[in-house]
């Protein structure tokens, strides 16, 4: 295994020590690959203790790297790690204009709306004139990009420093205070009723005082700080349905974090918790009919149409319930409007009356073809055609799977 793929699996396993040492090795191999300073810039955030300031140079040498090529996926990554390196490193305003940036170039990065958050909180006490509130950044440093020989000569010392660093960590106590619950360990949980979905962070010793938590009418987030400096983010944007943000509530308990949230329309169950449509879609299809009322008016219109079978004619198929239903209605008296001076068949069923109405209005051979194809057949036929009917007895034509016995 390469150097950056064993970067990507201590960083997927936590291991954010092991993650720096081996980035820095892959960097020296290929200083021009800009996902390799994202990830290790990502890993510099994480470690204990975080070193932010080589987390925000890491960073910046992405994004000069990135905007060269024009990868505007890259760029927005990069930009955000650097957004995130300036907020650790209390440069609110210029984190802000940061997170910005990544705002125009993607609205439904979900990491933004907790970020916010965490800025609104922190920005909402400082005046502008507060060195922590100035913007001193431009979308796109003017960074040196560290030359190929220049890296290959530091990337061995560097990767045993952070070891050795590591190392001494570990032989530290732990300190029991804030999330005693390890950051690849916590995990989520849901259930609903009819009225309410459940959601269960489980976390143990979330701080109250400290825990950012936001819930909007599709979206729930949480961002709390854990013992390594670093915090930790969870958001589920979008939800699969709509939410009353004012009725819901978040509580923090000492081994979770639990989330009732109110649904917006009562009895409708959710098959899962997110929705895979957007945001944006998805408020697109709230403003237009709901689920319901387009259910209703599919089977409604159904239901008026009637069914139609298959059939070779021209004028495409007969709605025979229609049919029925118009033969069958009570004949108007001679004088009114359509009237043709025919008696009601009372008492008749709709089918009784549809095949009666056929019979009073057919001619002699087709009332002798009716009789006889259907008292000879025993019921199972009927037929109109005398010239076909008057050749001969006709056999008794039981349903398919079904067989004629004598009586």
């Known amino acids: 295994m390469d150097q950056a793929a064993e970067g990507a699996a201590a960083l997927s396993s936590k291991d954010f020590t092991a993650a720096v040492s081996h980035y820095t090795d892959a960097i020296a191999a290929n200083p021009q690959a800009v996902d390799y300073y994202i990830k290790r810039s990502t890993a510099y955030t994480r470690i204990s203790p975080p070193n932010h300031a080589a987390a925000l140079a890491d960073a910046e040498v992405a994004l000069t790297l990135a905007s060269k090529r024009g990868k505007r996926e890259l760029i927005i990554q990069a930009q955000l790690r650097r957004a995130i390196a300036l907020f650790s490193l209390e440069r609110y305003g210029d984190a802000r204009q940061c997170f910005g940036w990544v705002k125009q170039m993607d609205e439904k990065e979900k990491s933004l709306k907790i970020w916010e958050m965490k800025l609104d909180s922190k920005l909402k006490d400082l005046s502008e004139e507060n060195e922590k509130a100035k913007v001193t950044v431009e979308q796109y440093p003017n960074v040196e990009v560290p030359a190929e020989t220049k890296v290959k000569k530091d990337a061995p010392a560097a990767a045993i420093k952070h070891v050795e660093s590591a190392s001494q960590d570990a032989k530290q106590p732990a300190v029991p205070a804030g999330v005693q619950t390890p950051a690849n360990k916590i995990r989520h949980e849901w259930y609903q ?101 387009m259910r209703r008016a599919v089977l409604a219109d159904h239901a008026s149409s009637g069914p139609s079978y298959p059939t070779s004619s021209k004028s495409g198929p007969k709605n025979w319930d229609k049919l029925a239903n118009d033969l069958t209605k009570s004949p108007k008296k001679e004088g009114e409007e359509g009237g043709d001076g025919l008696d009601d068949y009372e008492g008749a069923d709709p089918v009784n009356g549809f095949f009666q109405q056929i019979y009073s209005r057919a001619d002699p051979d087709t009332k002798r073809a009716m009789m006889k194809s259907y008292q000879e057949s025993n019921g199972t036929a009927l037929s109109t055609n005398w010239a076909e009917v008057g050749k001969g007895k006709v056999e008794t034509q039981p349903p398919d799977g079904m067989e004629a016995k004598p009586w």
């Open 193 to 293: 009723t009819q009225d309410t979905v459940v959601v269960s962070l489980f976390a143990k010793g979330v701080p109250k005082g400290k825990a950012t938590i936001d819930i909007q009418d599709r979206s729930i987030a949480i961002s709390f700080p854990l013992p390594t400096g670093s915090d930790y983010d969870f958001s589920l944007d979008p939800l699969q349905g709509k939410i009353d943000a004012e009725a819901s509530t978040a509580k923090v308990m000492s081994t979770k974090v639990e989330f009732t949230l109110k649904k917006a329309s009562p009895g409708e169950m959710w098959p899962k918790l997110e929705s895979d449509v957007p945001t944006a879609d998805a408020g697109k299809e709230e403003k237009g009919t709901s689920s319901e009322e």
